[in-house]
């Protein structure tokens, strides 16, 4: 299995929640990186930081929230992602739609780090009512 397939197959997990299977292809030792600016900025390592820290807010602060790859681009052991981000934060009851690129690495068919680039300002928007 070539390493975008590996990320594709993420991609598709989780978008139909099976949390398991996006963490069975992440490496013991991860490091995931979630932009500055947005709202859960900062970089985990291992797979409980990043389920607590992310997957776990995403899920519970927000409804119907979306991540769709529209590109994938392999170079060796890494692979970009652009795409687009979508949700509506429970809070509020805002929606945005925001661009993203992901760049992630890895090591024998294992993501050993994720880093995140987004238009923050987007998703922020959405946390403040309206």
């Known amino acids: 299995m070539s390493n ?7 991609y598709a997990a989780f978008a139909s929640g099976d949390v398991p299977q996006v963490l069975a292809v992440l490496d013991d030792g991860i490091e995931w990186t979630e932009a500055a600016g947005f709202p859960y900025a900062g970089t985990y390592v291992g797979a409980d930081a990043i389920v607590q820290n992310v997957f776990m807010r995403l899920g519970t602060e927000w409804d119907q929230y979306q991540v769709k790859p ?3 681009i392999a170079e060796g052991d890494q692979v970009a992602a652009l795409g687009w981000y ?4 429970k809070k509020t ?3 945005f739609k925001a661009r993203f690129v992901h760049w992630w690495k890895l090591a024998d068919g294992r993501v050993i ?3 995140q680039v987004v238009d923050s300002a987007k998703v922020n928007e959405a946390l403040v009512p309206s």
């Open 4 to 10: 975008t397939d590996i990320i594709s197959k993420a």
């Open 70 to 72: 529209d590109l994938l």
């Open 86 to 89: 979508s949700g509506t934060y």
């Open 93 to 95: 009851g805002r929606a």
């Open 113 to 115: 780090s994720f880093e």
